[in-house]
Structures are given as structure tokens and as C-alpha cells.
């Protein structure tokens, strides 16, 4: 049995368009992502961390914007400390992704609600324009009420409401986890992070 294929001279016209096919796409997806959950978003009252993406700077300090470089270690502590795990690296197999693509906004890079995981195999369906993108960002929008700033309101994508979603288990006081698991780290990004002026801060109002 054969099924009914593009002709092999459309492949140079640009891949097909995957929009009638997104619902159902990401119906098979979903269930694999995990999400920060609802309740621990809340508890931050912005990003978790203050960094921004810089491969050649990763694990440095700049003073002048209080700032650290990070390479995606320090938000996967961000996703992975805020709901209890104690690892520093998402499980083998899984990879991290950002909802949006805004590495060099401090604001939105480390938030909760622009971090996700899923298996390696799905990652490309979270890229750009894919399928899964469209979703994870109405549902940050729609569950968490968050979008980086200068981002225009979304639209819902058809098949969204039938669409289920897996979070991690809910804990309480989410910071208090996050600092804790720092004050016991002693690598190069945890050592720039403790040079912020944001967790100096932190230790403060701890106290």
C-alpha cells in the first residue's frame, strides 16, 4: 500500500505547511513536555536568576548590568531546584527548551514560565515556527500570564482547549529551594551568581 506523497521536486519549494496538522501533532507531544507547575510560577516574581545567554562568557559576572553568562546550566537549576530536584542536569535522554527564544533578555531567559523539558527526539517540534511552539507559548500566556515583554498578545491555536499538559509536582516556598541548593553549589556559575547583587539581596531579606 502506498500513500499519497508530494512529488520529490516540491521538496526544493520550501517544507509543507503543518498548521492543519498541529493539533494533532501536539496532542502526541504533550504528554511528554513537563512544565514548571502553575503554583511554583507564582512564588518568583520574575526570572529566577538574573542571566542572560553567552557561550564564550558562561560563568562570568558582568558588574556593570549585575549580570551572569550562562550556557542553559543555570536555567536548568532554575526549572529543576524550584520544584525540589536536587540534580544539577536535566535526566539523560531529555533536553531543556525555551518557550520563546530570548537569550539575551534578562527578564524572560531564566522565568519559569519560558522553560520547559522533553525528550531530545521532540525538541525540533519547540523550534521557531514548529508545531509545538505556537502551543507552549499560548499556554504560558493563558495558564501563567506571562509573555516577554514587547511581545504582542497571542491568539489561541485552533485545538488548544483539547490539548492536556503535564507539570512538575507543586512544592512550597520555591526561593527558599533555589537558595539553598545555590549556597551549597561551588562551580563557576554559581560562584558569579553570588557576586549579584541580587542574591545579596536574598540573603538579606532571608534573614
Partial sequence: ????????????????????????????????????????VTQ???SVFPVVRD??????YDKAQ??????????????????????????TGWTLA???SVPKDRDAYCHLANL???????KSLSDKNAPLAA?????????????????????????FDAISWCYFEPVLDAPKLVIARLQKANSANARALKMTTW???LLVSSE
Fill in 1 to 40: 500500500m502506498t500513500s499519497q506523497c508530494s512529488h520529490p521536486s516540491e521538496l526544493y519549494s520550501g517544507p509543507p505547511d503543518l498548521s492543519v496538522e498541529a493539533p494533532h501533532l501536539v496532542s502526541l507531544a504533550s504528554k511528554w513536555v513537563r512544565l514548571p507547575h502553575p503554583e511554583v
Fill in 44 to 46: 518568583f516574581e520574575g
Fill in 55 to 60: 557561550t564564550k562568557k558562561r560563568g562570568s
Fill in 66 to 91: 549585575d549580570i551572569i553568562y550562562d550556557d542553559n546550566t543555570v536555567t536548568k537549576w532554575a526549572l529543576l531546584w524550584s520544584h525540589n530536584e536536587t540534580r544539577t542536569a536535566h535526566p
Fill in 98 to 100: 525555551h518557550v520563546w
Fill in 116 to 122: 520547559c523539558v522533553m525528550p531530545e527526539d521532540l
Fill in 135 to 159: 502551543f507552549l507559548r499560548y499556554h504560558a500566556q493563558s495558564v501563567y500570564g506571562w509573555r516577554p515583554g514587547g511581545h504582542e498578545k497571542l491568539d489561541k491555536p485552533a485545538g
Fill in 199 to 201: 542574591y545579596r539581596n
